[in-house]
């Protein structure tokens, strides 16, 4: 039964999904995947302030140009953070934690920092294999592998620090909910794995082959 006042229709809509982790991650990857299928030829497809920073640190952006991209990653994850909020009645934003990544409670700073810098370093390692290596252009497989790689990082670590592995992804629903807990490690540690990650897949793998090309 539809109604037009979301009190009155709590007790008939359930809680949650029910999909679980896996059904979290497979929804996280697909449409990750989709996502920079569509954009990856328009915009590259950061969708994350993690990624942006991770290509700025190898001069594959502009410092302004990663201003711009990570002002419109903050922006888009509160607009959907909210658009959540609206949409799932309130007892599910409440069992959910409000749809923030956060820690478990057996979790130290030290495993949330290591987890997330190891995630997001994956993340990163597939988007240079993947969407920035040339020679995997032939295979057209940045949108799958990127994807693949979210889905698998929130299967590994979705119940140790919420998989966030995005800045941004954490942003929206913290400021929505002016919940701000632990909110800064889920800045320094997917920033930091991102840009290791880039930085070795720069000068490490691609940089010997373009050197190798020129003799």
């Not at 959540?84 to 749809?99: Q, R």
């Amino acid at each position: 039964m539809l109604c037009w006042n979301r009190g009155n229709c709590l007790d008939r809509r359930p809680a949650s999904s029910g999909v679980g982790l896996l059904g979290i991650a497979l929804a996280h990857g697909l449409a990750l995947s989709i996502a920079v299928s569509i954009f990856a030829g328009i915009s590259g497809a950061h969708f994350n302030p993690a990624v942006t920073v991770g290509f700025l640190s190898t001069g594959r952006v502009s410092a302004p140009l990663a201003a711009m991209y990570i002002v419109a990653q903050l922006i888009g994850a509160t607009v959907a953070a909210a658009a959540c909020n609206y949409i799932f009645p309130e007892v599910a934003v409440t069992e959910s934690k409000l749809g923030i990544p956060l820690p478990a409670d057996w979790v130290t700073v030290p495993v949330l920092l290591l987890t997330e810098f190891i995630l997001t370093f994956l993340l990163m390692t597939a988007i240079f294999g993947t969407a920035v290596d040339e020679r995997a252009a032939p295979m057209k497989l940045g949108g799958f592998g990127i994807g693949l790689t979210v889905a698998f990082d929130i299967l590994s670590a979705g119940k140790v620090t919420g998989a966030s592995m995005n800045p941004a992804r954490s942003f929206g629903p913290a400021l929505i909910y002016s919940h701000f807990e632990f909110h800064h490690w889920y800045w320094l540690a997917p920033i930091a794995g991102a840009v290791v990650a880039a930085l070795l897949y720069h000068h490490a793998l691609l940089e010997p082959v373009k050197d190798e090309l020129k003799r």
